[in-house]
């Protein structure tokens, strides 16, 4: 009596299991990975958020009245709304510099205005107890294509302490 080998019974089956198990798995696995790249971006978003509203917090204030000479002798910088947007874009690791959009708030006494440092007492000076908000907006387009784009934001507040 002859026995064939188990390899030769099953070899049709094989294929036909790998035939329905690989796409699933491999699709599974594609998204792991591009989920796990769009929570690194916002985690990124959300920390440039934070980061640029700590800068604008301690450079708001009395800041350009207390360093006008500094900054006009070009030694310190003069904090604008567009110094902001090129300091957080050049702090941007993996995101694509150009999808980056930046708006800085103060917000004073229920009022809100683009970023200026001058006009804000801080909360050192006894002033109007003042606070910036940085929002960080980022377009993503998956790697893959199959879906998007995806717009990220976060937005951080941060009192002004100067």
């Not at 640029?52 to 900054?71: D, F, L, M, P, Q």
């Not at 784009?149 to 937005?155: E, L």
Request: a neutral charge; glycine letters at 8%.
């Amino acid at each position: 009596m002859r026995f064939r080998s188990a390899d030769t019974r099953r070899s049709g089956a094989v294929v036909v299991e790998c035939a329905v198990v690989y796409p699933i798995v491999f699709v599974l696995t594609l998204g792991l990975l591009v989920g796990g790249l769009a929570v690194y971006r916002y985690n990124e978003l959300a920390h440039l958020s934070h980061m640029c509203a700590r800068y604008a917090s301690v450079h708001g204030g009395s800041y350009s009245t207390e360093n006008k000479a500094a900054i006009s002798a070009g030694t310190m910088p003069s904090v604008d709304q567009a110094y902001l947007v090129n300091y957080v874009k050049g702090q941007a690791i993996l995101l694509d510099k150009n999808s980056i959009n930046v708006t800085v708030y103060t917000i004073s006494n229920g009022g809100t205005n683009l970023w200026d440092a001058s006009t804000h007492n801080g909360c050192v000076t006894g002033g109007r107890n003042d606070v910036v908000s940085a929002t960080v907006t980022y377009t993503w387009m998956p790697e893959f294509f199959w879906v998007g784009p995806f717009t990220m934001s976060h937005t951080a507040v941060l009192p002004i302490c100067y």
